[in-house]
């Protein structure tokens, strides 16, 4: 059986921030949160949670002692930040340098009379921070089809949440074109995610299962399991090694392995290892049958 990486897999440059961030606070006295957990993968927020860095949903549960906050790769809204100033909490910003790229465009768009789309999932984290640099007049949607339900508008300038799919982007782009006098398309989508998914797209074919590594909430480990799916192979997206079962690598002979953004290398790794014991235990297996049929 051959088990093929993906050639980009695994955390990406906004992702590396963040951590390296947080380890650096890590290493502080005083008492350090993260506004939301660090990246979406349970493992690396777990493990900064026992070297002391705490999520949090709101600002106001810090309570009063002297401490800081890290603003993830997602970044946040304005407000939010203006908030954390004002409760005394030090702020460390790891928002991703294409995020801020975001807040800045839609600032722009917002002094130039333009009604904002945003294309992505309005109860992300990154579509929140993004919608609280667009003022009033800024709408999400999921898809083309969530563009019909919106009102024809003079001015519309359209932006990606960074992790979202590059074929469904131009869909909406195609579908706002009819709802509007003036269209600016902003293609937002992060470099990163779309090597990603091209390599993964590249990988399925070349193999029979695609195995995909990251949690079920990151949105750009989602969006690959789905463009390995439209590709036509078989594809399962875990969490961890021990997620994989047995069966699903039965007349197996390729297997490609990709990860999204927020996967870290050990549970790559970790998924290696798996398969490679896997490859040897069928090894023993076979070995046992022969002898006693000799
Ligand atoms: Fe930044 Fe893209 Fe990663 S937006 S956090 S480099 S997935």
Known sequence: MYVLLARNAGFCAGVRKAVKIAEEAAEEPDKWFSLGPLVHNDEVVNYFRQKGIEPVDMLERIGEQPAGIIIRSHGTSPEVIKQAQELGLEVRDATCVLVKKIHEIVTRLRGEDYDIVVFGDARHPEVEGILGWCGQRASVVASADEVGYLPV?????????????????????????????E????????????????????????????LVIGDLKSSNTRTLSKECQNTGVRTFQIQKASEIKPEWLDGVSKIGITAGASTPDWIIKEVLDRMTLYEEEKMLDENQETNQET
Do not use: W
């Open 153 to 181: 508008m003079p001015k519309v300038a359209l932006i990606s949440q960074t992790t979202r799919d590059e074929k469904e982007f131009q869909k909406v782009a195609g579908a706002l074109s009819n709802k509007c006098r």
């Open 183 to 210: 269209l600016k398309v902003f293609n937002t989508i992060c470099s990163a995610t779309r090597s990603r998914q091209e390599a993964a797209r590249e990988l399925c074919r070349k193999v029979d299962l695609m």
